[in-house]
């Protein structure tokens, strides 16, 4: 059954060190779930845990395959994990990087992250990392990572996994777009200030809990009031109000509009338009980037994500 999985992966052009590191987990070792062996290895999203109160799912392999080939995954690397489930991935990615790397793996339900533990224990897999908590805070004890890698849909790309990356690290990441519900999955490199790079293809995770999921809550606290500076009206807008939320990670939401929160001002998003009040040069050097681009959707353009600097667009990809 796993052959058949293998052969799958390879028809994806998936390179053979990672393929065959399919070849040596068994995936039915990881679900609580019986399910039939020959459904197993289809290339599907399978449940591996739900007790109706927490609920996990095994992703779809071809998805993980790639992430991993995105990324580069090899031998000797140290990767952080972030919604780590079972610990099927993980178990899967521990074969690709050997006995020489690491794999850190972050699950934010405890019982859940217990099963992982057990799971990987019983096979024997000694270079996997579990730990239970909220993923926003990553893992600094075993910093910097090679690559973080992210299984379930998040608002942001925190400052925390920023600063757990070494320069040149990939983060490779599904993001929940606030106003379409898209998970579009990014792939980036560190290049200080800036996590670089751009879209990979749509998905369909689990959205995070904790402080992964709840970034529009937690800004609402930093919309002050400021004078009203500027009215720019704006072709596309939703399409420019998508680019700000994957690039400042400053959106919030509040009587159902979009606002971006900063110390120096705010700006509305409304239908045609955008409002400044105060300050908000981040995001009119933005605008002026974006029109030089041709009011391109993210899937077009390089993305520059700023950790304390602004962040910018450029038109190449
Ligand atoms: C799609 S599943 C992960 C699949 C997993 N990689 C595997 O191979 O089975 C997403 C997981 O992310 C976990 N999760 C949700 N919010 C999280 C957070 N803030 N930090 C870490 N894990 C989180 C969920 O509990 C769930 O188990």
């Known amino acids: 059954m796993r052959e058949r999985l293998f052969w799958i992966l390879k028809n994806y052009g998936v390179k053979d060190r990672i393929a065959k590191a399919f070849l040596e987990v068994p995936r039915e070792s990881f679900l609580m779930k019986r ?6 290895y289809e290339d599907v999203v399978l449940v591996s845990y739900d007790d109706g109160e927490v609920f996990s799912t095994s992703s779809q392999p071809s998805l993980m395959a790639m992430f991993m080939e995105w990324v580069e995954l090899s031998e000797g690397m140290k ?13 899967v990615m521990s074969k690709v990087v050997g006995d020489s790397g690491l794999i850190v793996s ?16 019983k096979l024997g897999i000694e270079n996997v990392i579990v730990i239970c908590g909220d993923g926003y805070y990553g893992v600094p004890d075993f910093a910097p990572y090679d690559v973080v890698f992210v299984t379930v849909g998040v608002d942001e790309i925190p400052d925390t996994w920023f600063e757990q990356m070494h320069e040149k690290s990939r983060v490779i990441v599904p993001i929940n777009l606030k106003l379409s519900g898209r998970q579009p999955a990014f792939l980036f490199s560190k290049a200080s200030p800036y996590l670089v790079g751009g879209y990979k293809l749509e998905t369909r995770f689990i959205k995070a809990g904790g402080k992964l999921g709840n970034l529009l809550e937690r ?10 500076s500027k009215v720019i009206s704006i072709s596309r807008p939703f399409l420019f109000l998508e680019l700000v939320d994957i690039l400042t990670r400053k959106l919030t939401k ?14 509305e998003f409304l239908n045609g338009e955008i409002r400044i009040y105060g300050e908000a040069t981040e995001i009119e050097n933005l605008l002026s980037q974006w029109e030089r681009c041709g009011y ?10 700023g950790y304390n600097a602004f962040s910018r667009v450029s038109c190449s990809i």
């Not at 339900?109 to 224990?121: D, Q």
């Not at 391109?296 to 994500?305: A, D, K, N, S, V």
Request: charged share 30%; with cysteine; glycine share 10%.
């Open 296 to 305: 391109r959707g993210f899937e077009h353009l390089t993305l520059h994500i």
């Open 106 to 121: 972050i699950e934010y339900s405890e019982k859940i992250c217990k099963i992982a533990e057990e799971n990987l224990k």
């Open 254 to 267: 509040i009587d159902g509009r979009f606002y971006y929160v900063d110390d120096r001002g705010a700006v």
């Open 219 to 228: 800004n609402k606290k930093f919309l002050k009031e400021f004078p009203l």
């Open 35 to 40: 399910y039939p062996l020959s459904y197993v």
């Open 79 to 91: 990767v952080l994990e972030v919604g780590g489930g079972t610990g099927y991935n993980a178990a």
